[in-house]
């Protein structure tokens, strides 16, 4: 099986990873200091835990057969262990960043709604991979599936974190229009599922979360993208010292370590924004080398889901890149002004804990999808 591994991806994750690691340093060795009164290395450390946990994770989830998500007790046993860690984060759940969307164990965070990206991955896929004969008959082959999707995004809503579950929405929509639905159908479930979120929207209202919702701070996100120097003093703060850096690095960069920004002056610089300090430390070399090689793993991720003969496999493919796809538009986006803000990590590279193991575990089952499938095609030669 090793000898079948796609080792570009492979290759790429790994550069990614130990890079990430090295700007988790520089990135973050003075807020660690004069912030949080940690260790300089408090957070690099941290951040290379998970990447060791992650890598034996994708190991783990290599070898063993993806076949087995397909079952029906391992799907009941995902999603309902799923839906209880997120309720149980509104019970014992930690506070950071106004969301209560983290569950303390020990000195350690989890975050269950990262978990739930690839938890409706792999159900979305097994659903709809088994369901091929019936895709379009919506009632029976898709209603049941959209009610957990709802679920699921409703209770992270509530965090309230609506970054990710704008997300889960987008990869559960990238799986839907990649599961062989035809035109008509797809209409007739996208309409449904629209309805689905203004209902799941006035149920956060009546839950008496449209404070959060329409909140200065979220509603100045907004605002800030038109002119985010004339509000550089509030609104536009973090969005105005995310250009300063990328406009101080220029095309080489000022040097690794010798960002300014990372001073004090851009909150959140080893996570949300640890792009901008890469183009100030690295320039446009730099930012080139993690756009490029997160866009590479995504375009071959689905030229493989593409050659991939089995359903399920071919839909876990497709669903696993679009989650890398769209957090990297997401956090680039918001990073240089072009949608708001959201507070999404940059896969592979921002500092993250649950995001790192949840997507290397997650390269591990598109890996085993692939071995799996390149044994079947050469065995059929």
């Given at each position: 099986m090793l000898r079948v591994y796609d080792f570009p991806i492979f290759f790429t994750t790994i550069a990614l990873c130990l890079f990430g690691l090295?700007?988790?340093?520089?990135?973050?060795?003075?807020?660690?200091?004069?912030?949080?009164?940690?260790?300089?290395?408090?957070?690099?450390q941290k951040q290379k835990s998970a990447l060791i946990i992650g890598f034996f994770g994708m190991l783990v989830a290599m070898i063993f057969p993806?076949?087995?998500?397909?079952?029906?007790?391992?799907?009941?046993?995902i999603t309902g262990g799923t839906v209880a860690l997120l309720i149980l984060t509104f019970i014992i759940g930690h506070t950071a960043g106004n969301a209560q969307s983290w569950i303390k164990i020990?000195?350690?965070?989890?975050?269950?709604g990262e978990f739930s990206k690839l938890t409706i991955i792999i159900y979305l896929?097994?659903?709809?991979?088994?369901?091929?004969?019936?895709?379009?008959?919506i009632d029976k082959a898709v209603f049941p599936p959209l009610i957990l999707l709802m679920a699921i995004c409703f209770l992270i809503a509530m965090q309230p974190d609506y970054g990710t579950a704008l997300i889960i929405l987008m990869i559960a929509s990238s799986i839907i229009i990649c599961s062989g639905m035809s035109l008509k159908s797809l209409s007739k479930l996208f309409s449904l599922l629209m309805v689905s979120v203004i209902i799941m929207f006035f149920l956060v209202i009546i839950s008496g979360n449209i404070q959060s919702i329409l909140?200065?701070?979220?509603?100045?996100?907004?605002?800030?993208?038109?002119?985010?120097?004339?509000?550089?003093?509030?609104?536009g703060y973090q969005l105005a010292n995310s250009l300063i850096a990328i406009g101080a690095g220029g095309l080489s960069?000022?040097?690794l370590g010798q960002s300014f920004q990372k001073y004090g002056y851009l909150p959140e610089s080893h996570t949300d924004f640890i792009l901008a300090i890469i183009a100030e430390e690295?320039?446009?070399?730099?930012?080139?080398?993690?756009?490029?090689?997160?866009s590479f793993i995504v375009l071959r991720s689905y030229i493989l889901a593409a050659r991939c003969k089995d359903p399920f496999g071919s839909l876990l493919i497709i669903g696993i890149s679009s989650m890398i796809g769209i957090q990297v538009f997401i956090n680039a986006g918001g990073v240089v002004g072009l949608i708001p803000i959201?507070?999404?990590?940059l896969p592979f590279i921002s500092y993250g804990g649950s995001s790192l193991l949840l997507l290397m575990v997650s390269v591990g089952i598109l890996q085993n999808v692939v071995m799996r499938s390149n044994i079947s095609a050469d065995r059929k030669k």
């Amino acid at each position: 099986m090793l000898r079948v591994y796609d080792f570009p991806i492979f290759f790429t994750t790994i550069a990614l990873c130990l890079f990430g690691l090295i700007m988790v340093y520089s990135s973050s060795m003075i807020s660690a200091v004069a912030r949080y009164d940690f260790p300089v290395d408090y957070f690099y450390q941290k951040q290379k835990s998970a990447l060791i946990i992650g890598f034996f994770g994708m190991l783990v989830a290599m070898i063993f057969p993806y076949k087995a998500y397909q079952g029906k007790d391992f799907l009941m046993w995902i999603t309902g262990g799923t839906v209880a860690l997120l309720i149980l984060t509104f019970i014992i759940g930690h506070t950071a960043g106004n969301a209560q969307s983290w569950i303390k164990i020990g000195t350690r965070v989890i975050q269950p709604g990262e978990f739930s990206k690839l938890t409706i991955i792999i159900y979305l896929a097994a659903i709809f991979g088994k369901r091929q004969n019936r895709i379009n008959q919506i009632d029976k082959a898709v209603f049941p599936p959209l009610i957990l999707l709802m679920a699921i995004c409703f209770l992270i809503a509530m965090q309230p974190d609506y970054g990710t579950a704008l997300i889960i929405l987008m990869i559960a929509s990238s799986i839907i229009i990649c599961s062989g639905m035809s035109l008509k159908s797809l209409s007739k479930l996208f309409s449904l599922l629209m309805v689905s979120v203004i209902i799941m929207f006035f149920l956060v209202i009546i839950s008496g979360n449209i404070q959060s919702i329409l909140s200065e701070e979220r509603v100045s996100r907004f605002t800030s993208l038109i002119e985010p120097f004339e509000t550089q003093e509030d609104a536009g703060y973090q969005l105005a010292n995310s250009l300063i850096a990328i406009g101080a690095g220029g095309l080489s960069g000022q040097g690794l370590g010798q960002s300014f920004q990372k001073y004090g002056y851009l909150p959140e610089s080893h996570t949300d924004f640890i792009l901008a300090i890469i183009a100030e430390e690295l320039g446009v070399f730099g930012v080139s080398f993690v756009l490029g090689g997160l866009s590479f793993i995504v375009l071959r991720s689905y030229i493989l889901a593409a050659r991939c003969k089995d359903p399920f496999g071919s839909l876990l493919i497709i669903g696993i890149s679009s989650m890398i796809g769209i957090q990297v538009f997401i956090n680039a986006g918001g990073v240089v002004g072009l949608i708001p803000i959201t507070g999404i990590t940059l896969p592979f590279i921002s500092y993250g804990g649950s995001s790192l193991l949840l997507l290397m575990v997650s390269v591990g089952i598109l890996q085993n999808v692939v071995m799996r499938s390149n044994i079947s095609a050469d065995r059929k030669k």
